[in-house]
């Protein structure tokens, strides 16, 4: 099944934010700041190493560019702020300020970097599903810790990370000369950039609209395709 690695991930990461749920309520507001903190330094950490992958730093800075243009222009932050208030509506324990976040938050972590390119690809190509499985593993737990500091909003991450990888895997006969190690690296360059920005979220250093760039993730697949 060409998909399989992809639902086993999609499980792991829905099983993890969900059992996060259920630890929040054991955890002290103190622990759950700490938690926070801490996960805000680590983003900021992994995005600071995938941003150091970048081997033409001109693609990562148009990406860039050309994302946020997108991005604002489809308002991906705000459609996330309604998807919020909608879940605000039906929940009493989990705000829409911190649904946004933590849906934001678990969706770069799982969507960005090469492992799940290269995983994808290789579920896509060779219905060898290793990769994803290792990655799966990792996902889930760190969908548990996401899911108690941030709550249901982990959960929802799943949509976007089975949309992406399976978008790669069912396309990866058409994409995969176009995904070259270069490629890669200038994808995983500009998601770097994007934990970044999303660290100083988290940390409330400052208020950027990290959702608004989330396009510049697919734009140097473009970019390498047109200097051909």
């Not at 983003?43 to 995938?50: D, H, K, P, R, W």
């Not at 982990?154 to 994409?175: D, H, K, R, T």
Request: charged share 10%; net charge positive; aromatic share 8%.
């Amino acid at each position: 099944m060409i998909l399989l690695g992809v639902i086993v991930n999609s499980v792991a990461v829905l099983f993890g934010g969900l059992s996060g749920l259920i630890l929040k309520n054991g955890i002290p507001a103190r622990f759950g700041d700490l938690i926070m903190n801490g996960l805000g330094l680590f983003t900021l950490a992994v995005g600071t190493s995938f941003f150091l992958k970048s081997e033409n730093i001109m693609i990562v800075i148009l990406s860039i560019v050309i994302g946020c243009i997108l991005g604002e222009w489809l308002n991906i932050d705000k459609r996330l702020e309604d998807l919020g208030n909608s879940v605000k509506e039906r929940s009493n324990k989990t705000s829409a300020d911190k649904f946004s976040k933590g849906f934001v938050t678990a969706t770069l972590m799982f969507c960005v970097g090469s492992m799940a390119i290269m995983g994808s690809l290789q579920s896509g190509l060779l219905n060898n599903h290793e990769i994803l499985y290792t990655k799966s593993i990792m996902d889930g737990i760190t969908a548990l810790i996401l899911g108690s500091a941030f709550g249901v909003g982990v959960a929802f991450s799943v949509l976007p990370l089975f949309l992406y990888q399976g978008s790669i895997v069912l396309l990866a006969s058409f994409i995969s000369p176009y995904l070259s190690n270069s490629v890669i690296n200038e994808m995983t360059a500009v998601g770097g950039i994007l934990l970044i920005g999303l660290a100083l979220v988290v940390l409330d250093i400052r208020k950027i609209k990290v959702a608004n760039m989330l396009p510049a993730l697919l734009v140097p697949i473009i970019i390498m395709m047109l200097s051909k």
